[in-house]
């Protein structure tokens, strides 16, 4: 008998029970069936005691607790209809049989489900009262993208330049798609002025084309949205840029050494023009209390996708006249639709010496140009030419630091 590992499942099994057991102490809507601190903790052991023995006797515990869960109910039903505390006493028999065999887990899952158990009040609201029934189908259709359609896409290239793969394509709609829910859910959270750049900077991670196109329609559908949006859209380039810095360094670290003070010039520029739009999107009476019924439109990302697939077609068209002579130029072309795709093969390149130290870090700076021009693209297309404007100006400003850092360090 391994008594250090069977001492932790006890333990953990009789704090699941202990946990559960306060949560329904204090919340039970029934006092006079409440199944609460001392029943859980028993049943815990029990269940814990049930599962050493065997799998007979489990069962035998398990159908036990089914007749008093049924008993219980039919003896409630009337004053409080809900099953919250008939499902949570197999719950916590289920956890403590499982505590036996994995302590540390089983005790992380009993923490969630007594959270979950505790936020009975803030979860009927966000159900019943938060979220609009147009919400509901914009996070379903969300979900759908994600779940059902992108694991049906193949991977490969259908195209003889091996540009397009539909899951790539289609992972770039989902994403445009989850920006503007993320948008969406931080504008319910915390108002437009913080929502909105909070939002885009974890989008950022993801993709910045998507979250400069996911802002840039939400500016569309309120344009007094507008400075919070820009600042949004400048923080995602942000973490474009921390996750590109990242990849470089992965690949080519000597690279990254290389262009750390560049890459740093343009990200403080990108912080310094979203915390302005921080400071000038607070406290104006324009900004919306509520979001747009719509979380995002299906249709602009679907035509977004396919202006990505165009600017990825074209690179390939141009990699395959210029061969590999032509490295940085296709890298750059690259760029236009995917920075981050770009930044790994020049860090292939200048790991392999294939071009000369200096031509690689201007590399870096022709990447972020292209990055910069098709997102400024994207910003008018998407958002209009007040939006387009502001965008463009922080990356071109972020672009002339990097460029300018670069060249006074190679005259130092």
Not at 71 to 100: C, K, N, V
Not at 126 to 148: G, I, K, W, Y
Not at 170 to 182: D, N, P, S
Not at 280 to 288: C, E, I, K, N, S
């Amino acid at each position: 008998m391994d008594w250090n590992g069977d001492l932790k499942g006890w333990l953990a099994a009789l704090a699941i029970g202990l946990l559960i057991g306060v949560v329904r102490e204090r919340g039970e809507a029934v006092p006079a069936v409440r199944a609460g601190l001392r029943t859980h903790a028993v049943l815990a052991l029990a269940a814990a005691a049930a599962i050493q023995l065997g799998p007979g006797a489990f069962a035998v515990l398990l159908l036990a607790v089914a007749a008093l869960v049924v008993a219980s109910y039919w003896a409630s039903h009337r004053e409080d209809p809900g099953m919250t505390g008939e499902i949570a006493l197999l719950f916590t028999a289920l956890l403590a049989a499982w505590a036996m065999r994995a302590p540390a887990f089983a005790a992380g899952v009993g923490v969630v489900g007594a959270i979950l158990l505790q936020a009975k009040r803030p979860l009927h609201r966000f159900a019943h009262e938060l979220v609009s029934e147009r919400e509901m189908h914009d996070a379903l259709l969300l979900a759908a993208a994600a779940l059902v359609v992108l694991p049906l896409l193949p991977d490969h290239a259908l195209d003889p330049w091996g540009a397009l793969r539909p899951s790539v394509l289609w992972r770039f709609v989902v994403l445009v798609m989850a920006v503007g829910m993320a948008g969406h859910v931080a504008l319910r959270a915390v108002g437009a002025r913080w929502g909105l750049p909070m939002a885009g900077f974890f989008a950022g991670f993801a993709s910045s084309t998507a979250a400069v196109a996911g802002f840039g329609g939400r500016v569309r559908a309120q344009p007094a949205l507008r400075t919070s949006a820009v600042a949004a859209a400048l923080l995602a380039n942000v973490a474009a840029l921390l996750l590109f810095a990242a990849i470089i360094g992965t690949g080519a670290p000597a690279l990254l050494r290389a262009m750390a003070l560049p890459l740093a010039a343009a990200v403080l520029v990108l912080v310094v023009g979203g915390a302005f739009g921080l400071r000038r999107g607070g406290g104006g009476d324009a900004l919306p209390s509520e979001p747009p019924p719509r979380a995002f439109h299906p249709l602009h990302a679907l035509v977004l996708a396919l202006v990505l697939a165009a600017v990825l077609l074209f690179s390939a068209w141009m990699r395959l006249w210029f061969g590999e002579g032509g490295a940085l130029l296709a890298s750059a072309l690259v760029a236009l639709g995917e920075l981050h795709a770009a930044g790994a093969s020049l860090a292939q390149l200048a790991a392999a010496g294939s071009l000369a130290p200096r031509h690689v870090e201007w590399g870096v700076v022709a990447l972020l140009g292209a990055a910069a021009l098709s997102k400024s693209a994207i910003a008018f297309a998407s958002g209009g030419a007040g939006y387009g404007v502001r965008v463009a100006s922080g990356l071109f400003a972020s672009l002339l630091a990097a460029a300018a850092t670069l060249a006074l360090r190679g005259t130092g």
